[in-house]
T-cell receptor, first 109, second 115 residues
Framework: GIQVEQSPPDLILQEGANSTLRCNFSDSVNNLQWFHQNPWGQLINLFYIPSGTKQNGRLSATTVATERYSLLYISSSQTTDSGVYFCAVTSGGSYIPTFGRGTSLIVHP | EAEVAQSPRYKITEKSQAVAFWCDPISGHATLYWYRQILGQGPELLVQFQDESVVDDSQLPKDRFSAERLKGVDSTLKIQPAELGDSAMYLC?????????????FGPGTRLTVL
């Protein structure tokens, strides 16, 4: 099946810093979604972005499907951005989403 | 704002006991998913429903796990008997558009601890 690798695995920032999270996938994808899992375990939608670029406030995402990667940008990070960021994809004729192992982000005040 | 509801939020049980989790998706969402998330890993799909029918349960350990969505609305996931390795977060998600991996919305999850 498709492999999804996220980097970096861990990231520690000072409040106000910018960061880029990466999601690489081993095959062409039909769909891609970014999630934020807060410290209580809730998974929150960030972007549904099989291709192209989207922005929502301080967050933006870009997926370059032909090169098999997606990037999540966080600008002016806040302590509430702490948590784990996951990307999930589907590939081929499968509707089964495959998640990466996530990037754990800690933002210090 | 519509949300996916799950209960209980936390469950502690002893091995060999039966446990059940409940999920109520966002109203009108045809597709419902159950995931298991082991600490430090991403969620793994267990079963996917479209309305009341199972679309995929290839990752569901059928010797001990069962899932149903009898009226195509809320759903129950059961484990019998529970084993130590079942300790994990169980997440439910729903999406509006059936038949594809579309934008999913997750509930708060049930954290299961098996002693």
């Amino acid at each position: 099946g498709i492999q999804v690798e996220q980097s970096p695995p861990d990231l520690i920032l000072q409040e106000g810093a910018n960061s880029t999270l990466r999601c690489n996938f081993s095959d062409s994808v039909n769909n891609l979604q970014w999630f934020h899992q807060n410290p209580w375990g809730q998974l929150i939608n960030l972007f549904y972005i099989p291709s192209g670029t989207k922005q929502n406030g301080r967050l933006s995402a870009t997926t370059v499907a032909t090169e098999r990667y997606s990037l999540l940008y966080i600008s002016s990070s806040q302590t509430t951005d702490s948590g784990v960021y996951f990307c999930a994809v589907t590939s081929g004729g499968s509707y089964i989403p495959t998640f990466g192992r996530g990037t754990s982000l800690i933002v210090h005040p | 704002e519509a949300e996916v509801a799950q209960s209980p939020r936390y469950k502690i049980t002893e091995k060999s006991q039966a446990v059940a989790f409940w999920c109520d998706p966002i109203s009108g969402h045809a597709t419902l998913y159950w995931y298991r998330q082991i600490l430090g890993q991403g969620p793994e799909l267990l079963v996917q429903f479209q309305d009341e029918s199972v679309v995929d349960d290839s990752q569901l350990p059928k010797d001990r796990f069962s899932a149903e969505r009898l009226k195509g609305v809320d759903s129950t996931l059961k484990i019998q008997p529970a084993e130590l390795g079942d300790s994990a977060m169980y997440l439910c998600a729903s999406s509006l558009v059936p038949g594809t991996f579309n934008e999913q919305f997750f509930g708060p999850g049930t954290r299961l601890t098996v002693l």
